[in-house]
């Protein structure tokens, strides 16, 4: 099953806050608790690993403070379901290793490489 953000801006909100609200689907029907927790940029690694897949990005530099909402229960990653930085700029994930094509296809970090007799479609045509 997927899972669900709703983003609601501040005009579009009673109060002119800023919401973001996000479920965990689980295939399986098991539930994963999270954790709030605030990260430091002095905290940071220079290098992210994933836990699952084992692919390595080097992160900027220049990071700003963010909050996030990782599995509270450590080991198969961190899953950080949400959060907003220091400069308010917030962003609903999760680490994947899989996704449909037309979302593959608009990931900077995927190199699109059609299967034979499969007719190319454009990145970030969505």
């Known amino acids: 099953m997927a899972c669900t953000t709703i983003l609601v801006g501040k005009a579009a909100s009673y109060d002119g806050s800023t919401m973001i609200a996000r479920n965990d689907d689980s295939g399986s029907g098991h539930f994963t608790a999270k954790k709030f927790t605030v990260i430091h940029p002095e905290d940071l690694p220079k290098t992210y690993r994933s836990v699952l897949s084992h692919v390595e990005i080097p992160l900027p530099e220049g990071a700003l403070r963010f909050t ?17 930085n220091a400069a308010t700029v917030g962003m609903p994930a999760t ?8 979302v593959l ?3 900077p970090l995927v190199e699109y490489q059609p299967a034979k007799g499969e007719k190319p479609e454009v990145p970030g045509g969505i």
Do not use: L, Q
């Open 68 to 84: 996030a909402m990782p599995n509270a229960v450590e080991g198969k990653g961190i899953w950080a379901a949400s959060g907003v």
């Open 95 to 102: 680490e994947t290793i899989t996704s449909n094509p037309r």
């Open 105 to 107: 296809g608009a990931d």
